[in-house]
């Protein structure tokens, strides 16, 4: 999913749904300053124009 614009309302959505636990972002993919987030506890609620998240 694209997450920029909604980062910090899909956050909380996955922390009452129980999914936040399961849940990675990239940042920047492919570019020099790539950032991946194994937690979202470590994500900034306004993340870049290019993060993307994988929710399992």
């Not at 129980?18 to 849940?23: P, S, W, Y």
């Not at 972002?25 to 609620?45: F, K, M, W």
Request: proline share 4%.
């Amino acid at each position: 999913m694209k997450a920029r614009r909604s980062l910090a309302d899909t956050k909380r959505i996955l922390r009452e749904e129980g999914t936040f636990d399961g849940a990675e972002l990239v940042e920047d993919c492919g570019l020099p300053g790539e950032r991946v987030y194994r937690s979202l506890d470590d994500v900034p609620d306004r993340g870049s124009y290019f993060s993307t998240m994988v929710v399992r």
